[in-house]
């Protein structure tokens, strides 16, 4: 546990030979001795301290291990060692004779970083002997010493918390696998190492003998997100070997850790409602076909991917093998307007590789998740009664029947999509009392249509209309307000044209917004014009409004 090679005799006790004759001639040198102040030799050792550290959390105490540099030199300044120039530290106990008295005294109290000059008069250090061929008999010594290092045999690992998330959902335990960045440094502040310079974190097993001893105690109980300062002593460390030219022998090591995420491979997934809203009456189970959104994130809260920056839903199966089988898991159980949070350990998600420059190998993925909506393709329509007249209703709507209605569509998480109340026109459906119905995305297909997602089921609120109002007959470009009002028996083009343009003057019909009218009308006339002869005759249009026209929401 000490330094190998020849031993330092300016910092080492002289051997019993020099002691016994040290006390003979005592009295001697003594008086041959750097005068005091007062002018009397000194008695004790002299100690400057001409650099203290803002923060001293330790001082040198008698039997402490201690790593400092020093220089040595003589009162004219001339020098007769340094371990500078060894480039090694000194490393041994003090306050057990291993040291000249001097030194030993001249290093209590002492701080890690701390500069002192010492003082050492002859009788505390090599007497009237000296040591031949460096230093003289009756020789006053001067140290300028930096401690660097300083530990005991009943240190323990060091554990200061320097941030904890509000949030922890696990802590490490032994067996665990872990990553984490760090900082390492010497006690004295001197850097080895940095995960942070490597791009990437260090990943491992904790309790595994992976480690040093020292960073498996310290990792223990820590939290995702969490910062810790773990400081170790040798003997929990690389002892009196070292590591390399960057960690020297008996040295203490400080690592300022952040951790990143922590799982078991026992680990399954865990799943947190965060929201769930009232009247929950179908859970999304394997087959069905989901639309949601998610934020995406490591488990320190790094984000790495959301649907939400795309404007548009995650649409998948579930339990089909389509995404991670995390998330397939994760997913299952749900309903309609759900928050759930869904942690995903890496051995079900994209494991030791990762994937991308985004997720690391071996991370845990953190998925914040809104189910809006999921359907079965088998699912069926389904119509609930909302009321119905009280007047008797003797005659139901039947297939080929032509009805007029008052609808309101939304998606089955209440995003409103159509409306006639709005659009101030009825369409067609059932006539009576209100409906909702539920209808199947592949009764829309499966691009959708307008404004709706595909595929989504959509939930409408059908009234009945029964007076006269909103014709949805003609072009659909034109939607005309009066079923009375037709352009003339025979129409060219330009009579076509003002026929139509008077209807929108006077508020009986409108125009395609967005379009140019000129064209508009021009496509129109063209359509309506069946056999192509330059006129428009109502035959027709009698023709045209039997066929199954284009309307403006094709999904009712």
């Not at 490591?298 to 199966?317: A, E, I, K, V, W």
Request: glycine content about 12%.
């Amino acid at each position: 546990m000490f330094r190998t090679g020849p031993p330092n005799h300016t910092l080492l006790r002289p051997p019993l030979l020099q002691i016994l004759l040290l006390l003979l001639v005592q009295a001697v040198g003594r008086g041959l001795g750097r005068a005091s102040p007062a002018g009397g030799p000194l008695e004790d050792v002299v100690i400057e301290r001409y650099h203290i550290p803002r923060a001293c959390p330790r001082e040198v105490q008698m039997g402490d291990f201690v790593r400092y540099h020093y220089n040595g030199t003589f009162e004219d300044g001339k020098k007769f060692d340094s371990s500078y120039d060894r480039s090694t530290s000194v490393a041994i106990v003090v306050g057990v004779g291993r040291l000249i008295t001097g030194m030993d005294r001249g290093l209590m109290g002492m701080c890690v970083n701390e500069r002192r000059r010492l003082i050492v008069p002859p009788h505390l250090g090599y007497g009237s002997i000296g040591v031949a061929g460096l230093i003289p008999p009756d020789a006053t010594l001067y140290f300028d010493v930096v401690l660097l290092d300083v530990w005991n045999q009943a240190d323990t690992v060091q554990v200061s918390t320097l941030l904890r998330p509000p949030h922890c959902p696990r802590m490490v335990q032994e067996s665990d696998f872990v990553r984490y960045h760090y900082n390492g440094t010497l006690l004295d502040g001197t850097a080895f190492d940095t995960s942070y310079s490597r791009g990437g974190t260090y990943d491992t097993y904790v309790g595994s003998g992976w480690l040093i001893k020292g960073m498996d105690q310290g990792l223990l109980g820590m939290c995702p997100g969490e910062r810790r300062k773990i400081i170790i002593p040798p003997f929990l460390a690389y002892g009196e070997k070292g590591y390399g030219t960057v960690i020297p022998p008996q040295a203490s090591l400080v690592f300022h850790v952040l951790l990143i995420d922590v799982h078991n491979p026992k680990d399954t997934v865990q799943l947190e409602t965060l929201d769930l809203p009232p009247g929950c009456v179908r859970r999304a189970m394997a087959g069905d076909f989901m639309r949601y959104h998610y934020n995406g994130s490591l488990m320190d809260g790094s984000l790495f991917d959301s649907s939400y920056s795309r404007n548009h839903t995650y649409n998948t199966y579930v339990g089909q093998g389509y995404i991670i089988p995390g998330m397939d898991q994760g997913l299952q159980g749900s309903c309609m307007g759900e928050r759930r949070r869904i942690t995903i350990p890496p051995h079900l998600a994209y494991g030791e590789n990762g994937t991308g420059d985004k997720i690391p190998g071996s991370a845990v993925l953190v998925f914040d998740v809104h189910v809006i909506d999921f359907h079965n393709p088998a699912d069926p329509v389904e119509i609930k009664t909302l009321s119905r007249p009280p007047e008797i209703c003797n005659e139901t709507s039947k297939a080929g029947d032509f009805v007029r209605y008052h609808y309101n569509c939304s998606l089955l998480d209440g995003t409103k999509l159509f409306s006639s109340w709005v659009q101030g026109r009825a369409r067609a459906g059932q006539v009576g009392g209100p409906r909702q119905g539920a209808s199947s995305p592949y009764m829309m297909g499966r691009r959708g249509k307008g404004g709706t997602p595909a595929p989504a089921p959509l939930l409408s609120v059908l009234t009945g209309w029964p007076s006269p109002g909103i014709s949805c007959q003609g072009h659909p470009w034109l939607l005309r307000q009066d079923p009375h009002a037709h352009p003339p028996r025979c129409s060219p083009h330009s009579q076509f044209s003002t026929f139509i343009k008077a209807q929108v003057t006077e508020g009986k019909g409108r125009l395609m917004p967005g379009q140019d009218p000129e064209k508009t009308i021009g496509d129109m006339f063209q359509n309506q014009d069946r056999n192509q002869d330059g006129k428009i005759t109502l035959e027709e249009l009698k023709l045209k409004s039997d066929e199954d026209q284009e309307r403006v929401h094709e999904e009712l």
